[in-house]
């Protein structure tokens, strides 16, 4: 099994529906995150986590919600999505060296989002 | 603040050997590199945390100038299998914490 599972793996819907991207590790970390990429932008965060009781904005969260639900599960919703939202979502975790840096991210397999 | 990444793209016979820079205008607590195959996530490659540090391995290694806030990617006798576009993620120490800004990527393709 991959050690950050992400489901769906592709998924198109409606403007205006609400969408829920789910995503769950066995990798034991403490930190999760939600980025979005699209072609030639990079990686950006959108949300992000440091354990179950901690929620932070990242740069792009307008029109996103997370939730987390254990340690090992972080979902993503659009409430209601619009197209410029149609984008490949990737969920990642990471360990952290003892000064509080992010001691690299494993990335979930994705979600390539469509929105019509 | 997200990282300049040069080249944008690079085309290589196997067994050529390329550079990939990553420069950033903040100072940097470190520096990751990742790889990408088109529709996979992203494989984390190495961490660079020190001013001056290399790393590597295999045919791949890395150097980081914290002084210039900079750090490139070396590639050596490539192969087929590095095609793929690679990422820096830059680290920088702000008010709450730190923060990684990812690159918009190199797109290198490697031709037998």
């Known amino acids: 099994d991959a050690d950050v599972t992400q489901t769906p793996r592709n998924r198109i819907t409606k403007t205006g529906k609400r969408i829920m991207l789910e995503c769950s590790q066995t990798?034991?970390?403490?930190?999760m995150y939600w980025y979005r990429q699209d072609p030639g932008l990079g990686l950006r965060l959108i949300y992000y986590s440091f354990d179950v009781k901690d929620i932070n904005k990242g740069e792009i969260s307008d029109g996103y919600s997370v939730s987390r639900q254990a340690q090992a599960k972080f979902s993503l919703s659009l409430e209601s999505a619009i197209p410029n939202q149609t984008a490949l979502y990737f969920c990642?975790?990471?360990?952290?060296?003892?000064?509080?840096?992010?001691?690299?991210?494993?990335f979930g397999s994705g979600t390539r989002l469509t929105v019509v | 603040q997200q990282p300049v990444q040069s080249p944008q793209a690079v085309i290589l016979r196997e067994g050529e050997d390329a550079v990939i820079n990553c420069s950033s205008s903040?100072?940097?607590?470190?520096v990751h590199w990742y790889r990408q195959k088109h529709g996979e996530a992203p494989i984390f490659l190495m961490i660079l945390l020190k001013g001056g540090e290399q790393k590597g391995h295999d045919k791949i290694s890395a150097s980081f100038n914290e002084k210039k806030q900079q750090s490139s990617l070396y590639l050596t006798a490539s192969q087929l299998s590095y095609s793929g576009t690679y990422f820096c993620g830059t680290e920088i120490i702000q008010a709450g914490g730190f923060k990684t800004i990812f690159g918009a990527g190199t797109r290198l393709f490697v031709k037998a």
């Open positions: 990798k034991g970390h403490d930190r």
């Open positions: 903040k100072a940097l607590y470190s």
């Open positions: 990642a975790t990471s360990d952290f060296d003892p000064a509080g840096g992010t001691y690299g991210y494993t």
